[in-house]
Structure formats: structure tokens, C-alpha cells
């Protein structure tokens, strides 16, 4: 029941009425356009110009006590190329926004435990992965392409590697030891990331929410 400005009960007018079955105003429009953006960038992947470093090469040594020989041996690190900076004298060095794993041909994949980040010399012309916690190097190539690279672009080199043989590595699926390998390195831009259904569910749930505002407010307005 409304009520006008000296508190009598009144009767909605008939322009109440017709204002309860107008379409969606430009305020509601305006909120449906914000959360249409701000679910989209929710759905797609925070950075457009992630690379994948890749190390792999044919190698030895032992994942969690089990030894392997004459196994395709994969270190894979997630970067975000704009992240790429140059840490001291002519070494650049980029670091992981997702966990950094290797993956032995025969044992599966395990994730490393202390932080693990992707560096270039270019002094030595030597780029590769360390274990940042112990400041040993698990694996790195050497390649005259590294001379000018910033770990910012898209690559791809062999050469001759250098390890530490022997040194345990902290895994999720026990130590890491490296005794040989002949190693490839290389840098790809990461695959656009599929939205997920999270994501989807809540566009949906904001669209029906929506929907349902114009039937709201005519509820309210025959309640009172």
C-alpha cells in the first residue's frame, strides 16, 4: 500500500503500473554490460603471452630411488614472456606461475619442491633451469643463440649440456637425480586456455538473475 506525503493509503497509479511492465532500464543494461565484462575476463586466461620453457633430452639417473636409463627426460616451466627481466650483469631470468614439473619416460611426472626458475647467460650463452633455494643448476645448454636471447620470445637450440651429476632435487615423487643427458631447449608460446565451467555457471546464473529483475519488481509493486 502506498502512501502519499501526509500518510494516507493511496492506490498505485496506473502509471506505477505501467512502469512495472517496462522493459529493463538503462541502469539494469548498464549492470548487465559490467558483469558480462568482468565474467569474461574471468574466463579467459590472465596472460595472452605465456611460454612454455621445455628441457628434454635422452638422460639417466633416478626419480624417487627408482633408476632409469635411456629415458626421454622433460622439464617443463610456465612463464609469463612480459615477466622476463634482467636479474644481474647480462643474465636474464624469468620465474614460474605454475608448478614446474619433469617428466621421466617409464616413472610419470613430478612436480619439484623448491622454487625453480628459467635463466639465460648471455656472457656464457648458456641458458637452462635452477633450483633457486640451493642455487644449483639442474640442467642447462649451451648455444650461441643465447648470446642475445631475453627469454622473452619463442626458441628453440641444442647443445652441450651442463649438470650437476649426483645432486638430489627435491619432487613431490621423492629426489631427482640427474647422471646423463644430451639436452634440447626450447621456448612455445602456451595454448589459449578454454574457459572454465565455473566460469560459464556463473554467466549463466548473472544472466537468469537478471532475467528475473522485471517480474521482481512487479511483485513489489502489487505487495504494496
Known amino acids: 500500500m502506498h502512501r502519499d ?17 517496462m522493459p529493463l532500464s538503462w541502469r539494469t543494461l548498464n549492470f548487465l554490460g559490467i558483469l558480462l565484462a568482468g565474467v569474461i575476463m574471468f574466463a579467459l586466461p590472465a596472460h ?20 632409469f636409463s635411456d629415458a626421454l627426460v622433460t622439464f617443463t616451466l610456465i612463464g609469463d614472456s612480459d615477466g622476463a627481466f634482467l636479474a644481474f650483469g647480462n643474465t636474464w631470468r624469468n620465474e614460474a606461475i605454475a608448478p614446474v614439473t619433469v617428466s621421466v619416460e617409464g616413472l610419470g611426472t613430478a612436480t619439484f619442491l623448491d622454487q625453480v626458475i628459467v635463466f639465460n647467460n648471455q656472457g656464457a650463452a648458456v641458458a637452462g633451469f635452477q633450483d633457486f633455494d640451493s642455487f644449483f643448476d639442474i640442467v642447462d645448454v649451451q648455444n650461441p643463440a643465447f648470446a642475445t636471447y631475453t627469454l622473452s620470445t619463442p626458441i628453440g637450440v641444442q647443445g652441450p649440456p651442463l649438470f650437476n651429476p649426483g645432486v638430489a632435487f627435491a619432487t613431490d615423487q621423492g629426489n631427482f637425480i640427474l647422471t646423463s643427458i644430451d639436452f634440447g631447449f626450447t621456448a612455445s608460446p602456451v595454448e589459449a586456455t578454454v574457459p572454465e565451467p565455473a566460469s560459464l555457471a556463473m554467466l549463466s546464473t548473472g544472466l537468469t538473475a537478471l532475467a528475473g529483475i522485471p517480474a521482481l519488481r512487479r511483485r513489489r509493486l502489487t505487495s504494496q
Do not use: D, W
Not at 5 to 12: E, K, S, W
Not at 48 to 56: F, P, R, V
Open 5 to 21: 506525503n501526509y500518510g494516507n493509503a493511496v492506490q498505485p497509479t496506473l502509471i506505477s503500473n505501467r512502469r512495472a511492465e
Open 48 to 67: 595472452a603471452t605465456n611460454l612454455a620453457y621445455t628441457g628434454s633430452g635422452i638422460g639417466a639417473g633416478s626419480l624417487g630411488g627408482t633408476p
